[in-house]
């Protein structure tokens, strides 16, 4: 990974360039240097990726689910086969630790490809009896070619959540994964050729969201958009592929709420809410960062959690002590630090952190923040209320239960929520208040990926996840058969 390499797009089973020859820089956040470049593909792309998917569709389609599982377990054999490799390819594009890479990105790849695998061998559709006169059976077809657009910050993960599915429910697929963070995308194609993937099932175009993305939700051939990523995308695709009646997957922001009772076990929940708070830089879209913390504890936890955020390391990602990485580039850097800036203007007491960190030696130009606590700042102020999508947190005391699900509910998000006690009782109650699609109690990020996974409000339209993702990715036919 230590040379200047070209990425390069996977279309037909070929690794190729863009047909303009044009092509983005690709950036270490670390170091803030060049180290690979990627194509600047555009519709001209798109559409060869797709002539080469509906070609693929009609055998694969056709291809037993036996077949087709067997080959996403052979992909996810090579993912655990490469991991260190993956891994380090994960942490330099991305800027993360590569402890984080290897312990969670890289193993949920895998485990997303092989889950598919076996998911597909066990899905049943439904039969419904009219006694004498007749019954029904529903058909489960492969909408076709798909189209599946993933972020920055989990980027493999994310990539293999949305292709796993799409491809074992018999769809052929154009990908894009972010340009940002392609590079692990690219090491998949090289993976998917060397399992003997057939030409044209999965292609992945790399390029700006604006050209690339954007001719992939336009595109009229492609019948069905997943795509993961900010609101105001979302709002984008939604308006494109609406009138042309496309199915759609929208996984998008979240300003998530971690609420914390008096009569929680303290330091279990500790650890936890830190590492919800600043897993890979705060840069999960599941991340707690409003947390509220019942009257009677909370002077302690905060003092606590003050503490161990301002002593976690903030170092070189490919270092093993390293807890916190780089932020993924210094346009994101930068918004981070603006809105460090508007908390200060919105009141808010600093805690801890609140500035870039430089450090010394090869990462001297890298894009580091330390991690950020605020208190004293309003509920409705935009520091509470605006995805900021970094190491930044802001701490709140609640009086009661009633007054912390107002709290929680406060925003215009409503993608996942932490409760934490040790009371049965108000755990389930609290849940069962809470407008999020996921709420978590005594525990964060603990995923079972049987369960639908997604958020409502300006958090997203549609589930993925288990048998929700292939309802998602294909199209249910009802045949009614009479019988007398």
Known sequence: MSDYIDILNYIDGELQPAQSQQWLDNIEPATGHVYSRLPDS????????YRAAKAAFPLWKNTSIDERARLLNAIADRIDAWQDALAEAESIDNGKPVSLACSVDIPRASHNFRFFAHAITQWASESHSMGATGFNYTLRDPIGVVGCISPWNLPLYLFSWKIAPALAAGNCVVAKPSEVTPMTAFLLANICREVGLPRGVLNIVHGLGAKAGNAIVSHPGIKAISFTGGTKTGEHI???????????????????????????????????????SFANQGQICLCGSRIYIERPIY????????EQ????????????????GALVSKAHMDKVLSYIALAKQEGGKLLTGGEALQLDGRCKDGYFI???????????????????????????????????IAYANGTGYGLAASVWTENLSRAHRV???????????NCWLLRDLRTPFGGVKQSGVGREGGVEA???FTEAKNVCVRLS
Do not use: Y
Request: aromatic share 8%; proline share 5%.
């Open 42 to 49: 555009d519709a001209s792309d798109i559409d060869a990726a």
């Open 238 to 276: 939604a308006r494109t592929a609406a009138p042309m009646f496309k199915k759609l997957s929208l996984e998008l922001g979240g300003k998530n709420p971690t609420v914390v009772f008096a009569d929680c076990d303290v330091d279990k929940t500790l650890n936890e809410v830190l590492r919800a």
């Open 299 to 306: 002077e302690k936890f905060k003092a606590a959690l003050v």
């Open 309 to 324: 955020a301002s002593q976690l390391i903030v170092g070189d990602p490919q270092e093993k002590a390293t807890q916190q």
């Open 370 to 404: 330390k991690p950020t606590v605020f208190e004293n700042l309003d509920i409705g102020c935009r520091t509470n209320q605006e995805e900021i999508f970094g190491p930044v947190i802001t701490l709140t005391p609640f009086d009661d239960e009633q007054q912390a």
């Open 431 to 441: 849940a069962a208040e809470l407008e999020f699609g996921i709420v978590w109690i």
């Open 470 to 472: 292939l309802r998602f």
